[in-house]
Protein backbone atom coordinates (compact mmCIF):
# COMPACT_ATOMS: atom_id res chain seq x y z
CA UNK A 1 0.00 0.00 0.00
CA UNK A 2 0.96 3.48 -0.75
CA UNK A 3 0.16 6.49 1.73
CA UNK A 4 0.15 8.70 -1.85
CA UNK A 5 -2.33 6.43 -3.41
CA UNK A 6 -4.71 5.14 -0.98
CA UNK A 7 -8.00 6.18 -1.67
CA UNK A 8 -9.70 6.06 1.46
CA UNK A 9 -13.50 5.08 1.29
CA UNK A 10 -15.04 6.54 4.33
CA UNK A 11 -17.06 9.74 4.78
CA UNK A 12 -16.43 12.08 7.40
CA UNK A 13 -13.28 12.00 7.48
CA UNK A 14 -10.83 14.90 8.71
CA UNK A 15 -9.89 16.40 5.77
CA UNK A 16 -6.84 18.35 6.76
CA UNK A 17 -5.23 15.15 8.50
CA UNK A 18 -5.79 13.22 5.32
CA UNK A 19 -3.70 16.37 3.46
CA UNK A 20 -1.12 15.81 5.93
CA UNK A 21 -0.50 12.21 5.19
CA UNK A 22 -0.56 13.04 1.44
CA UNK A 23 -3.57 11.02 0.64
CA UNK A 24 -5.87 11.22 -2.08
CA UNK A 25 -9.62 11.15 -1.68
CA UNK A 26 -12.00 10.54 -4.81
CA UNK A 27 -15.68 10.33 -5.18
CA UNK A 28 -16.50 9.67 -1.47
CA UNK A 29 -20.30 8.63 -1.36
CA UNK A 30 -22.33 10.76 2.08
CA UNK A 31 -23.85 8.21 4.69
CA UNK A 32 -25.00 10.19 8.18
CA UNK A 33 -25.44 7.23 10.48
CA UNK A 34 -22.74 4.51 10.86
CA UNK A 35 -24.07 1.50 12.50
CA UNK A 36 -22.30 -1.08 14.88
CA UNK A 37 -20.67 -3.54 12.86
CA UNK A 38 -22.03 -6.96 12.32
CA UNK A 39 -20.60 -9.23 9.66
CA UNK A 40 -22.16 -12.00 8.09
CA UNK A 41 -21.11 -14.75 5.99
CA UNK A 42 -21.04 -13.87 1.99
CA UNK A 43 -22.88 -15.74 -0.11
CA UNK A 44 -21.26 -17.43 -3.21
CA UNK A 45 -22.97 -15.88 -6.05
CA UNK A 46 -22.48 -16.10 -10.12
CA UNK A 47 -20.83 -12.54 -11.35
CA UNK A 48 -23.54 -11.23 -13.91
CA UNK A 49 -23.19 -10.55 -17.92
CA UNK A 50 -19.64 -11.52 -17.75
CA UNK A 51 -16.74 -13.84 -19.01
CA UNK A 52 -15.70 -15.40 -15.44
CA UNK A 53 -12.39 -17.86 -15.36
CA UNK A 54 -12.08 -19.61 -11.63
CA UNK A 55 -8.51 -18.91 -10.92
CA UNK A 56 -6.48 -21.97 -9.67
CA UNK A 57 -7.06 -22.94 -6.12
CA UNK A 58 -3.27 -22.88 -5.47
CA UNK A 59 -1.52 -21.50 -2.18
CA UNK A 60 0.35 -19.30 -4.32
CA UNK A 61 -0.46 -15.99 -6.08
CA UNK A 62 -1.02 -16.00 -9.47
CA UNK A 63 0.98 -12.32 -9.27
CA UNK A 64 2.82 -12.55 -6.73
CA UNK A 65 4.82 -9.00 -7.37
CA UNK A 66 1.35 -7.24 -7.21
CA UNK A 67 0.74 -8.20 -3.73
CA UNK A 68 4.01 -7.13 -2.47
CA UNK A 69 4.02 -3.75 -3.89
CA UNK A 70 0.86 -2.87 -1.35
CA UNK A 71 1.87 -5.37 1.76
CA UNK A 72 5.15 -5.12 2.36
CA UNK A 73 7.73 -7.25 4.47
CA UNK A 74 6.66 -11.31 4.26
CA UNK A 75 3.21 -10.06 4.44
CA UNK A 76 2.52 -11.80 1.36
CA UNK A 77 4.64 -15.04 2.30
CA UNK A 78 1.80 -15.25 5.27
CA UNK A 79 -1.08 -14.65 3.31
CA UNK A 80 -0.04 -17.68 1.16
CA UNK A 81 0.76 -19.62 4.19
CA UNK A 82 -2.61 -19.14 6.17
CA UNK A 83 -4.46 -20.02 2.46
CA UNK A 84 -5.48 -16.46 1.77
CA UNK A 85 -4.98 -16.46 -1.38
CA UNK A 86 -8.09 -15.67 -3.90
CA UNK A 87 -6.41 -16.11 -7.34
CA UNK A 88 -10.47 -15.23 -8.53
CA UNK A 89 -10.54 -14.13 -12.12
CA UNK A 90 -12.83 -11.93 -14.85
CA UNK A 91 -12.77 -10.85 -18.07
CA UNK A 92 -14.48 -8.66 -20.45
CA UNK A 93 -12.82 -7.78 -23.96
CA UNK A 94 -11.05 -5.68 -23.05
CA UNK A 95 -9.11 -6.79 -19.16
CA UNK A 96 -8.98 -9.16 -17.57
CA UNK A 97 -8.99 -8.77 -13.57
CA UNK A 98 -7.60 -10.79 -10.70
CA UNK A 99 -8.45 -10.26 -7.29
CA UNK A 100 -5.55 -11.37 -5.42
CA UNK A 101 -6.94 -11.27 -2.37
CA UNK A 102 -10.04 -10.55 -0.72
CA UNK A 103 -9.46 -9.99 2.91
CA UNK A 104 -12.16 -9.26 5.60
CA UNK A 105 -10.91 -8.46 9.05
CA UNK A 106 -14.48 -7.23 10.17
CA UNK A 107 -14.13 -3.51 9.59
CA UNK A 108 -12.72 -3.18 6.24
CA UNK A 109 -13.01 -5.29 3.05
CA UNK A 110 -9.82 -5.13 1.50
CA UNK A 111 -8.74 -6.27 -1.98
CA UNK A 112 -5.63 -6.25 -3.85
CA UNK A 113 -5.92 -6.92 -7.74
CA UNK A 114 -3.91 -6.99 -11.49
CA UNK A 115 -5.05 -5.20 -14.27
CA UNK A 116 -4.51 -6.43 -17.60
CA UNK A 117 -5.56 -5.47 -21.21
CA UNK A 118 -6.53 -7.88 -23.60
CA UNK A 119 -6.28 -6.15 -26.69
CA UNK A 120 -4.71 -2.72 -28.57
CA UNK A 121 -7.73 -0.28 -27.72
CA UNK A 122 -7.39 -1.41 -23.71
CA UNK A 123 -3.37 -1.15 -23.97
CA UNK A 124 -3.55 2.10 -25.70
CA UNK A 125 -5.72 3.53 -22.60
CA UNK A 126 -3.56 2.71 -19.87
CA UNK A 127 -0.47 4.42 -22.11
CA UNK A 128 -2.63 7.28 -22.21
CA UNK A 129 -3.92 7.10 -18.52
CA UNK A 130 -1.15 6.23 -15.46
CA UNK A 131 -3.56 6.21 -13.30
CA UNK A 132 -7.71 6.49 -13.11
CA UNK A 133 -10.56 6.04 -10.67
CA UNK A 134 -13.11 3.13 -10.27
CA UNK A 135 -16.01 3.39 -8.63
CA UNK A 136 -16.62 -0.35 -6.73
CA UNK A 137 -19.81 -0.21 -5.22
CA UNK A 138 -20.88 -3.87 -3.29
CA UNK A 139 -24.22 -4.68 -4.87
CA UNK A 140 -26.68 -7.45 -3.79
CA UNK A 141 -26.98 -9.46 -7.04
CA UNK A 142 -30.91 -10.61 -6.16
CA UNK A 143 -32.16 -7.03 -6.46
CA UNK A 144 -29.50 -5.07 -7.88
CA UNK A 145 -29.58 -2.47 -4.55
CA UNK A 146 -26.47 -1.49 -3.29
CA UNK A 147 -25.39 -2.54 0.16
CA UNK A 148 -25.50 -0.26 2.98
CA UNK A 149 -21.34 0.45 3.31
CA UNK A 150 -19.24 3.43 2.62
CA UNK A 151 -19.11 3.49 -1.04
CA UNK A 152 -15.67 4.98 -2.14
CA UNK A 153 -13.11 4.61 -5.18
CA UNK A 154 -10.16 2.88 -5.99
CA UNK A 155 -7.16 3.97 -7.38
CA UNK A 156 -5.10 2.48 -10.39
CA UNK A 157 -1.61 2.69 -10.87
CA UNK A 158 1.24 1.22 -13.15
CA UNK A 159 4.51 0.03 -11.48
CA UNK A 160 7.19 -2.26 -12.54
CA UNK A 161 5.00 -2.61 -16.30
CA UNK A 162 2.20 -3.94 -14.00
CA UNK A 163 -1.15 -2.47 -13.61
CA UNK A 164 -2.24 -2.65 -10.11
CA UNK A 165 -5.34 -2.18 -7.66
CA UNK A 166 -6.24 -1.57 -4.31
CA UNK A 167 -9.52 -0.90 -2.73
CA UNK A 168 -10.67 -0.50 0.52
CA UNK A 169 -14.03 -0.57 1.85
CA UNK A 170 -15.26 0.00 5.27
CA UNK A 171 -18.01 -2.24 6.52
CA UNK A 172 -21.37 -1.39 8.25
CA UNK A 173 -23.59 -3.77 7.70
CA UNK A 174 -23.91 -6.37 5.43
CA UNK A 175 -27.28 -8.69 4.80
CA UNK A 176 -27.16 -12.50 4.31
CA UNK A 177 -27.29 -12.03 0.77
CA UNK A 178 -26.01 -12.62 -2.89
CA UNK A 179 -23.15 -10.15 -2.85
CA UNK A 180 -20.69 -8.67 -5.34
CA UNK A 181 -18.44 -5.67 -5.99
CA UNK A 182 -18.87 -4.46 -9.38
CA UNK A 183 -16.16 -1.91 -11.10
CA UNK A 184 -17.47 1.44 -12.83
CA UNK A 185 -14.36 3.27 -14.37
CA UNK A 186 -14.06 6.44 -14.30
CA UNK A 187 -11.30 8.40 -16.19
CA UNK A 188 -11.72 11.65 -17.20
CA UNK A 189 -12.70 10.99 -20.83
CA UNK A 190 -16.11 9.16 -20.57
CA UNK A 191 -15.76 7.90 -23.95
CA UNK A 192 -13.59 4.68 -22.28
CA UNK A 193 -16.01 4.01 -19.39
CA UNK A 194 -17.37 0.77 -21.45
CA UNK A 195 -14.19 -1.10 -21.01
CA UNK A 196 -14.31 -2.02 -17.39
CA UNK A 197 -18.59 -2.58 -18.15
CA UNK A 198 -19.54 -6.30 -17.19
CA UNK A 199 -16.27 -6.83 -14.53
CA UNK A 200 -17.83 -7.89 -11.04
CA UNK A 201 -16.34 -10.13 -8.01
CA UNK A 202 -18.46 -12.35 -6.42
CA UNK A 203 -18.20 -11.75 -2.37
CA UNK A 204 -17.94 -15.35 -1.07
CA UNK A 205 -17.74 -16.93 2.12
CA UNK A 206 -14.57 -14.79 2.89
CA UNK A 207 -12.83 -15.96 6.26
CA UNK A 208 -12.54 -13.64 9.20
CA UNK A 209 -9.31 -12.46 10.01
CA UNK A 210 -7.76 -12.42 13.45
CA UNK A 211 -8.98 -9.76 16.16
CA UNK A 212 -6.82 -8.54 18.61
CA UNK A 213 -8.88 -6.23 21.53
CA UNK A 214 -7.13 -3.77 23.77
CA UNK A 215 -8.75 -1.82 26.91
CA UNK A 216 -7.63 1.17 28.28
CA UNK A 217 -8.46 2.82 31.99
CA UNK A 218 -11.68 3.83 30.91
CA UNK A 219 -13.01 1.00 28.97
CA UNK A 220 -12.44 2.07 25.74
CA UNK A 221 -11.86 -0.77 23.30
CA UNK A 222 -9.20 -0.91 20.62
CA UNK A 223 -8.90 -3.70 18.06
CA UNK A 224 -5.61 -5.19 16.01
CA UNK A 225 -6.25 -6.77 13.15
CA UNK A 226 -3.79 -7.87 10.39
CA UNK A 227 -4.97 -5.03 8.70
CA UNK A 228 -5.19 -2.46 10.66
CA UNK A 229 -5.90 -0.99 13.91
CA UNK A 230 -9.62 0.30 14.33
CA UNK A 231 -11.67 1.88 17.49
CA UNK A 232 -15.24 2.72 17.64
CA UNK A 233 -13.61 6.09 19.73
CA UNK A 234 -12.26 9.29 17.59
CA UNK A 235 -8.62 9.26 17.96
CA UNK A 236 -6.30 11.03 16.54
CA UNK A 237 -4.09 9.87 14.04
CA UNK A 238 -0.41 10.41 13.65
CA UNK A 239 1.17 13.57 12.69
CA UNK A 240 4.42 15.35 14.62
CA UNK A 241 2.69 15.85 17.94
CA UNK A 242 1.05 12.40 17.96
CA UNK A 243 2.68 9.39 18.12
CA UNK A 244 1.45 5.37 18.22
CA UNK A 245 3.70 2.70 19.55
CA UNK A 246 3.31 -1.38 19.61
CA UNK A 247 4.76 -2.30 22.83
CA UNK A 248 5.72 -5.65 22.69
CA UNK A 249 5.83 -8.88 25.49
CA UNK A 250 10.08 -7.95 26.01
CA UNK A 251 8.89 -4.01 27.06
CA UNK A 252 10.52 -3.02 23.56
CA UNK A 253 8.14 -0.88 21.85
CA UNK A 254 8.26 0.47 18.26
CA UNK A 255 6.21 3.64 16.23
CA UNK A 256 3.14 2.96 14.44
CA UNK A 257 2.86 6.32 11.87
CA UNK A 258 3.07 7.58 8.28
CA UNK A 259 7.04 7.77 7.45
CA UNK A 260 8.03 4.46 8.98
CA UNK A 261 11.03 5.81 10.87
CA UNK A 262 11.55 3.05 13.36
CA UNK A 263 8.69 0.93 13.21
CA UNK A 264 5.53 -0.04 11.43
CA UNK A 265 4.70 2.30 8.49
CA UNK A 266 1.00 2.84 8.03
CA UNK A 267 -0.50 3.81 4.59
CA UNK A 268 -3.71 5.62 5.34
CA UNK A 269 -6.08 6.44 7.79
CA UNK A 270 -9.12 7.75 9.07
CA UNK A 271 -11.47 9.20 11.53
CA UNK A 272 -15.06 10.74 12.20
CA UNK A 273 -14.96 14.47 13.08
CA UNK A 274 -15.76 14.34 16.93
CA UNK A 275 -17.80 18.11 16.07
CA UNK A 276 -20.09 15.92 14.30
CA UNK A 277 -23.39 15.17 15.98
CA UNK A 278 -24.77 12.79 13.31
CA UNK A 279 -21.78 10.98 13.51
CA UNK A 280 -20.68 7.61 15.61
CA UNK A 281 -17.02 8.26 16.36
CA UNK A 282 -14.53 5.65 14.70
CA UNK A 283 -10.66 5.89 14.17
CA UNK A 284 -8.35 3.36 11.59
CA UNK A 285 -5.12 3.01 10.56
CA UNK A 286 -4.15 0.82 7.98
CA UNK A 287 -0.73 -1.35 7.98
CA UNK A 288 1.62 -1.67 4.81
CA UNK A 289 2.82 -4.54 6.84
CA UNK A 290 0.98 -7.55 8.46
CA UNK A 291 2.17 -7.29 11.71
CA UNK A 292 2.69 -10.38 14.39
CA UNK A 293 -0.42 -9.60 16.79
CA UNK A 294 0.89 -12.35 19.14
CA UNK A 295 4.04 -10.52 20.04
CA UNK A 296 2.10 -6.70 20.72
CA UNK A 297 0.99 -6.67 24.49
CA UNK A 298 -0.04 -3.40 24.75
CA UNK A 299 -0.38 0.13 23.04
CA UNK A 300 -0.06 3.83 23.81
CA UNK A 301 -1.01 6.96 22.36
CA UNK A 302 1.34 9.53 23.07
CA UNK A 303 0.95 12.92 23.06
CA UNK A 304 3.64 15.09 22.71
CA UNK A 305 1.65 18.74 23.29
CA UNK A 306 1.10 17.76 27.09
CA UNK A 307 3.69 14.71 27.40
CA UNK A 308 0.68 12.54 28.43
CA UNK A 309 0.29 8.91 27.31
CA UNK A 310 -2.86 7.17 26.83
CA UNK A 311 -2.18 2.89 27.20
CA UNK A 312 -4.27 0.36 25.75
CA UNK A 313 -3.48 -3.13 27.85
CA UNK A 314 -4.06 -6.55 25.39
CA UNK A 315 -7.17 -7.67 26.88
CA UNK A 316 -8.33 -11.32 28.45
CA UNK A 317 -11.68 -11.43 27.67
Keep these: MNGKTLLQSMTEIDEKLIREADLTMISISQKKHRKRIQMATFAAVA ?4 TTTAGALTGVFDH ?9 GN ?7 KGLVTNYVTENDYFRLTAETILNDGFQIYMIATLEPLEETAQEFLAMHNSFSVDMPIIYTDTGEEAEVFSGSVGFQTKNGKNLIEFSNHLTMLEDRPTEIQLNMQPKNEEYQYMLENLSIPLEELPMLEQVKFQNEENQVMVLT ?14 INHQIYFIKRDGTKFSVGFDGRDGLEISGGARSDPADSEMEPFFYVLFEEIPDLNEIQSIEFYNANTNTSVIYEKSTE
Design 47 to 50: ALAM
Design 64 to 72: RETVESYLH
Design 75 to 81: SRKQLEE
Design 226 to 239: PLELYSEESLTLPD
